[in-house]
């Protein structure tokens, strides 16, 4: 009895994450190539981001993950090592919030429908994802944004800022490899 009741846990917690991992199509190991851009202007430089975890982030809310990615560019001031970041809240403005939270927003670019707190996640998606370090004086943030269509990482972002200078690194126009 004791294994049947198992089994069915572990049955259901598959079927709740695989429901979760829709609203994002990350997986680890996916590599995608971009053009790297300082300030919002094109270097001529590839960049490449490389997928290394996805895990659904139940404690932050429904429907939300966290992610760990490599960065990767010729520019020495961006950072080396893994970079976790979080898919944002989305309901923050409901009357719900905080004691229910999600970080999901329809496809159609919306988070007005209570469709954001169900199981349907084909007209769902994570937007954006965000985290933040600090090295020594300098305060880097860092984003993944993902594709309403395609729930893909379409661009990532590294936000430098240093005393008395700020400046945004982005790997842009990613396609997977």
Do not use: W
């Not at 944004?145 to 945004?168: C, F, M, S, W, Y």
């Amino acid at each position: 009895m004791k294994t049947m009741i198992i089994t069915a846990s572990i049955g259901i917690g598959l079927i709740c994450a695989q429901a979760n991992a829709s609203t994002q199509n990350l997986r680890a190991g996916q590599v995608y190539m971009g053009k790297e851009a300082l300030n919002e202007h094109l270097t001529g430089n590839n960049c490449f981001i490389t997928i290394q975890r996805v895990e659904p982030f139940q404690e932050k809310g429904l429907h939300c993950h966290s992610v760990d990615f490599l960065f990767a560019t010729i520019r020495e001031d961006v950072p080396k090592g893994t970079l976790r970041v979080d898919s944002r809240v989305t309901n923050y403005h409901r009357p719900e919030f905080p004691k229910v939270r999600t970080c999901a927003m329809n496809v159609n670019g919306t988070t007005s429908g209570d469709e954001i707190y169900g199981d349907d996640t084909s007209v769902l998606y994570n937007q954006i994802f965000g985290g933040a370090m600090k090295e020594g004086g300098t305060q880097y943030d860092y984003f993944l944004t993902i594709a309403p269509d395609t729930r893909e990482a379409v661009r990532a972002r590294v936000h430098i800022q240093e005393t008395l200078t700020e400046r945004d690194v982005d790997c842009v126009r990613l396609e997977k490899m």
